[in-house]
């Protein structure tokens, strides 16, 4: 039988916890209370109490327990290490917790911790609001508690109901679930410019043997992906998309921060670059965009998205950024230029076309590259099918590579 971790500050908020533990053990699974408190006594009895949630991660509570604060931030970094430990010796299937302010921080940190598709569902005051903080590149689930999570009531009680039948929901479509773990995993960025691109490069992949995930490159979609990477899932990387590196350089809304780019060249795991949409800077609507760039050259692309051609300057300059990221890697890389054009819409013909800037970009890159990272260039568009097997075909080589020097195979089964 299956066991919900129900994680909480039950100082202030135990019958609450309390409610959806007798819940789910309605539905049929066993419950782990956990108390996180860090004010007075528990108002019900905990399985785990907040001195062993502290002892597990290796941490005093006792000498901070009158200083709310470092008790709230000592509980940030227990709930993590004793989430992960319970998971990991099979004591945890899901988790669940309830908060405000204090109990979402608390709680979400311990989510965070644990991997991709661990059922995680946090019912929170804040989670109407920017989430972002609380939920970073993980799939936890907030659920709004409409009203404070404190007491139950007409409006609570049924929340607090159908969120523990949500998390047990949750455990069940994850135990029933079987994914193909034979088929080695190939991450890949993509944009609404470059998904027939990315879509003619997946098909030769899987073709190969691979199982290809797809990331929006939005700027979380590029995050997520850098996680993933870090995490050692990935066997090789499809970076066909790295336009959130525009944003970066020029001040775009779609930017994944400094460190896209990093994880791949620093576990070494086999990748391919692409400067896919790299022509382009994203704002929000029209009238989002800064008037310094109203004489720019724009592509309304939805009434929510406003494109920003790059110049000549700013394509130099995001060309010298990511070359300086690619000049860190470890393992086999490839860059590939798609002579012709790295958008759909900068291709001969097309509004964003500007042989000048896409020069800049090139030059700015094969300038700074380290010269033994092999650069391809492909006289098509990004989307031309001839440069998506040029990119299938590199990656799928520097996978063997890597295989090679690690004694191991590039696939462990083909379909």
Known sequence: MATIAVLGTLDTKGFEHRFVADCIAQHGHDVLLIDVGTGEAPQVQPHLSRQTVAEMAGLDLSSIEKDRGKAMDLMSQAAPKVLCKLRESGKIQAVISLGGGGGTAIGTAGMRALPLGFPKLMVSTLASGNTAQYIGTTDIVMMPSVVDVAGLNRISRPVLARAAGA?????????????????????????????????????????AG?????????????????????????????????????????????????????????????????????????????????????????????????????????????????????????????????????????SPGFLFHDPTADTALFRAIHRTLRKDIPVIEVDATVNDPSFAAACAQALLENIAKAAQASNLPAVRSKR
């Not at 979609?221 to 590196?245: P, Q």
């Not at 690619?326 to 958008?343: D, E, M, R, Y």
């Open 210 to 346: 691979y199982e290809v995930l797809v990331f929006h490159a939005t700027g979380t979609g590029g995050r997520s992906m850098e996680a993933l990477i870090a995490s050692g899932v990935a066997a090789g990387v499809l970076d066909f998309t790295t336009t959130e590196w525009a944003d970066e350089i020029v001040g775009g809304v779609l930017s994944a921060g400094p460190s896209r780019l990093e994880a791949a060249a620093k576990s070494g795991t086999p990748a391919i670059f692409a400067p896919g949409c790299l022509d382009m800077v994203n704002f929000f609507a029209r009238e989002t965009v800064p008037t310094k760039f109203n004489e720019r050259t724009l592509h309304i692309h939805n009434p929510q998205v406003t494109l920003m051609r790059t110049n000549a300057e700013e394509a130099a300059a995001i060309g010298k950024a990511v070359a300086e990221k690619l000049n860190a890697s470890t393992g086999p890389l490839t860059v590939l230029l798609p002579i012709k054009g790295v958008s759909a819409i900068s």
């Open 167 to 207: 998390i047990c929901g949750m455990l069940e479509a994850a135990q029933k679930d079987r994914p193909d773990e034979d088929r080695p995993l190939i991450l890949a960025s993509m944009f609404g410019n470059t998904t027939i691109g990315v879509e003619s490069a997946r098909r030769l992949l899987e073709g």
